[in-house]
């Protein structure tokens, strides 16, 4: 199993992010991800190509990753092109991880559509491969329209980093099947619909003559480990269940996961958690991740460290117990 980690998130936390970035790959994580939300204080970043950019060139062999970009934010032509040039300064470690979106008040801020944004993403990834592998492009689409242009230069990997996509919906499954690499399940889901998403996304591929087993099966979880489960338990409700509570126990917009009775269940955190986090000692943790590699496949997890107020300390402490812990356990190196 491979393990990537999402590090502290925020503009302003930008040192401490390359910090916990250069220690991941000196510790031995396999990848580092960055998500993308706009206008959230102290949370997310709103340009994660931008801030990646800055890792690869303090890094030398660490995957660098999107979980999750969302497209429908970009001009394609802009996006393939700076997805080729960071594919070029960390020479080809990116891993492009997109997705549709769901928070209106984002589109509001970028005076995008709401509607129809699932049909502009396919047009506009459609698009991007045909830039990043044809020295002359002519595409007209119903949103985009090029005719016999080209972007220079092309990506490092040839015929373009991995596309990851994410999403719930049957249409956004559909979408990872037949125009991604792989599908990349966020964090907030727990195991029963996680297998329920999964099966439709199998489907799909099984439709189109693929063997799910020949794709990458990554997983995003939220993770807070320490050296005892009170500890961890204590960080958790400190921080994670904040984070739930005041991000998604909202009436101002609807979570695609978490809206009514999901949101409610925040309150009851304990019960909320289970089959979803990843909380505890190093051996609680190990056993919480081999049910979801037992269940559901994963063979790369990607760990987000980072709830708003969580300090920088703890996530480079948590990333050392990890890395010593629990990467041994699923390595066949021993503890």
């Known amino acids: ?41 102290d949370h997310y970043w709103p340009s994660p190509l931008l ?64 509607t129809k944004r699932g049909e502009r993403f396919e047009e506009a990834l459609c698009l991007m491969k045909q830039l990043w592998t044809q020295d002359a492009v002519t595409f007209e689409g119903k949103y985009y329209q090029v005719k016999g242009q080209r972007i220079e230069p092309k990506p490092y990997q040839r015929p373009h980093p991995p596309l990851w996509l994410g999403g719930w919906g049957k249409l956004s499954l559909t979408r990872a099947a037949f125009l991604g690499q792989a599908w990349i399940p966020g964090p907030t889901a727990d195991l029963a619909k996680l297998l329920e998403a999964q099966k439709i996304y199998h489907t799909k591929l099984e ?8 794709r990458p099966t990554p997983l995003t979880r939220d993770l807070v480990i320490a050296k005892t489960d009170e500890e961890a338990w204590e960080m958790a409700k400190r921080h994670l269940s904040i984070s739930y509570r005041d991000e998604y126990a909202t009436a101002t917009w609807s979570h695609p996961l978490l809206s009514g009775g999901g949101s409610a269940s925040i309150e009851q955190f304990e019960d909320f958690s289970k089959d979803r986090f990843l909380i505890g ?55």
Do not use: N
């Not at 060139?57 to 429908?72: M, N």
């Not at 979801?292 to 709830?307: K, N, S, T």
């Open 1 to 41: 199993m491979k393990f990537g980690f999402i590090p502290i998130e925020g503009g302003a936390y930008y040192p401490q992010y390359l910090e916990q970035v250069e220690l991941g790959e000196a510790l031995g994580f396999d990848s580092v991800w960055l998500e993308e939300h706009h206008g959230v204080k």
């Open 51 to 114: 801030a990646l950019a800055g890792a690869a060139t303090r890094t030398e062999r660490i995957s660098l990753g999107t979980d999750i970009l969302v497209a429908p934010f970009y001009h394609p032509v802009r996006l393939a092109e700076d997805v080729a040039l960071l594919d070029i300064i960390s020479k080809g470690r990116l891993i492009l991880g997109m997705a549709i979106g769901y928070k209106p008040d984002e589109f509001d801020l970028y005076q995008v559509p709401f």
């Open 207 to 214: 439709s189109m003559g693929i063997m799910p087993g020949s």
């Open 281 to 335: 000692d190093p051996d609680t943790v190990i056993q919480q991740i081999q049910r979801f590699e037992q269940a559901f496949g994963v063979d790369h997890l990607i760990c987000r460290l980072y709830f708003p107020g969580m300090p920088h300390d703890f996530i480079l402490q948590e990333l050392k117990l990890f890395a010593a812990e629990v990467i041994p356990a699923f390595k066949g190196e021993g503890r």
